[in-house]
């Protein structure tokens, strides 16, 4: 059994889930940035992860699961910044379901990830009020994913990989 976990991250936070999980993982297993992977042949198993982008799976992340998910296993993880429990999470958090319509999906996870600095002075200048709310979100996120959220994560590789 030979497992990929694959991933796009800006700021860190995606990639620290993604080696959570990758720790997890019993066999063969390669851990490598999105950007770095050409197909999935060869692996039994993919995790794929990404941060929420304008409430939706970043464009290259939806580009690379349309073209290589079809008849495959996989495993989603995302990281955002608002809390796990948020109104509209579960929109933008099915996001990638379409493009990953073909595929054989054993699992989603998401948890917070910290809004990084640059980003908050960003937002706090935008016109759009739903923009400066986000800004003025930022300092909560401060330190996520957590120790917890990262364990969870864990739970959550061992979880999907005994579903293969
Ligand atoms: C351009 C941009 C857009 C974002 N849009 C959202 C969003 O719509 N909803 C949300 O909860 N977080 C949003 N975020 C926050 C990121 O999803 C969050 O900080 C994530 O943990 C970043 O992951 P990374 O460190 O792996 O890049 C956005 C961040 C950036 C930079």
Request: hydrophobic share 40%.
């Amino acid at each position: 059994m030979k497992t990929l976990v694959t991933y796009m991250s800006q700021t860190g936070n995606t990639k620290k889930i993604a080696e959570a999980i990758y720790g997890e993982l019993e066999g063969e297993k390669d851990i490598k940035p999105i950007t770095e992977v050409k197909d999935l042949q060869g692996y039994d198993l993919a995790f794929i992860g990404f941060p929420i982008m304008q409430f939706d799976i970043p464009p290259v992340v939806k580009d690379f699961v349309s073209a290589n998910t079809s008849g495959k296993k996989i495993a989603i993880f995302m990281t955002h910044a608002v809390p796990e429990g948020f109104e509209a999470i579960h929109s933008w958090t099915g996001s990638y379901e379409q493009a990953a319509a073909g595929a054989d999906i054993l699992g989603k996870f998401d948890c917070q990830g910290e809004l990084a600095q640059p980003i908050i002075d960003m937002l706090l200048k935008a016109d759009d009020p739903q923009m400066k709310a986000f800004g003025e979100m930022g300092p909560s996120t401060k330190g996520q994913p957590d120790e917890s959220r990262v364990q969870k994560a864990k739970a959550f590789a061992k979880e999907v990989q005994a579903k293969v």
